[in-house]
RNA sequence: GGCGCCAUAGCCAAGUGGUAAGGCAGAGGACUGCAACUCCUUCACCCCCAGUUCAAAUCUGGGUGGCGCCU
C-alpha cells in the first residue's frame, strides 16, 4: 500500500504556515518545510520562518539546515526529506509538507531522478568561463550540437539552464533531454493529497506589501547587517534571496532604503505570480480560498477536502 | 480677461509628414542537482472635431483640459 502524503502548496504570503500548523494539529503529525530560502540557518525575517510561538508544539523538518554560503540542492532536498517522511510513516503519522517552492514539492511526488545526473565544479567553472569568453550564443550551438531537444526547449538567453544541460551531457555522455521525459509523471511511492491555496491577487499584494513592511520594522536590516558582518557575499545564492539582496544594495550605498523596500514588494509580487504559474499547470492540486478574515472557513474546507480524501 | 507652453499606455517618456522607441508597473508562460534562481511572451491606432496631403501622433484651424506668466 502507497504511504499517505498531504502537500500544502501556494504562492508565498497566501497562509500556508497557519493552515500547515493546524493540518498537522489535525493529523497528529509534523510539518515538512518545502522552501529553498528557509534551508538557511540565520536567515529568519526575510523569510518568513516559522517562529516559535507560531508552531503550537508541532515539530518543523527542513528548516535551519545550513549555513547561507553552503551549497544545497533539490537532491539534497530530495534525499534528506525523504527520511523524514519514511520515518514519520514508521510512526503511521502522515506527513505534512507545506512550501512555496515548485522543485521541491514535485522532487517528492513527480517521478524526479536525479541520482544520474550529478553536478561538477570544475566542468562548471569552465562552462561559466566559456561564457565569458565566447558568449551565451556559442554555448547554445555546443549544446545544439550535442542535445538538439535541449536546445530547442532552453532559450539562448537563459545561458544558466543551457550551461546546466551541457554540463549533464561532459557528465553523463548522455544528453541532458534523455532524462527529461518524465517530468510530469506521478510518482508511485506515496499516494498524496494536494491543496492548492488561492487568495484574491489584490488582496495577496497588499499582504505582501505589509508583510515586507513588517519584516523591515521587525529588524530584517539588523538581521542582512549581521549576516554581511559574517562574511556572507552578494553573490551567494542564499543572498539572493528576496529581501536580502535588496536590503544588502541598500548597505552598499546603491539604493535608498525606500527604494530597497519598494523593489523588494515588487519582486515578492513577482515571485507570487510565479508561483501560482508553476502550480496552476498542476491539475491535481485541489485548489482552497484564503479568507484572512475567516480562516476558520479555509481551515474547515481543508478537513472536508482530507476527509473526502480519506485522510482524515 | 490677455499672452505663452503643453496634451502620446496605469505611470515616466522618445518620436516634428511615411504607418507609434525605451523604462517602470501589470498580465500570461517556461522550468529535472544554484529555483525567492534563470528565462520567454505580451500591453496605445498618440485629448476631441474639422481641414491640408497619396500619407498626420507629427502641418493648419477650432474646441476641451492642464501648467506658467501678465492684467
Known sequence: MKKKLVMIV??????????????????????????????????NIGTAKIREDEKQGIPHHMIDLVYPDEKFTVSDFKTQSGAIIEQLHLNDKIPVIAGGTGLYINSLIYKLNFSNTISDDRVRSELNQLLET???????????SIDPIAAGKI?????KRVMRALEVYHITGRPFSAS???FRDESDDYHFVLIGLEMDRQLLYNRIDQRVDDMVSNGLIDEVMVLRAQGYGRNLTSMQGIGYKEIMQYLDHEITLEESVRIMKRNTRRLAKR???WFKADNRIKWIHVDPINIDQTLKDVQNYLSERGIL
Not at 518545510?33 to 528557509?38: C, K
Not at 532559450?155 to 545561458?159: E, F, I, L, Q
Open 134 to 144: 565566447k558568449g551565451k550564443v556559442t554555448l547554445h550551438r555546443m549544446l545544439e
Open 10 to 43: 501556494g504562492p508565498t504570503a497566501v497562509g500556508k504556515t497557519r493552515v500547515s500548523v493546524e493540518t498537522a494539529k489535525l493529523l497528529d503529525t509534523e510539518v515538512i518545510s518545502a522552501d529553498a530560502m528557509q534551508i538557511y540557518i540565520g536567515m
Open 275 to 277: 508561483q501560482f504559474t
Open 180 to 182: 527529461n521525459t518524465d
Open 155 to 159: 532559450h539562448v538567453n537563459n545561458a
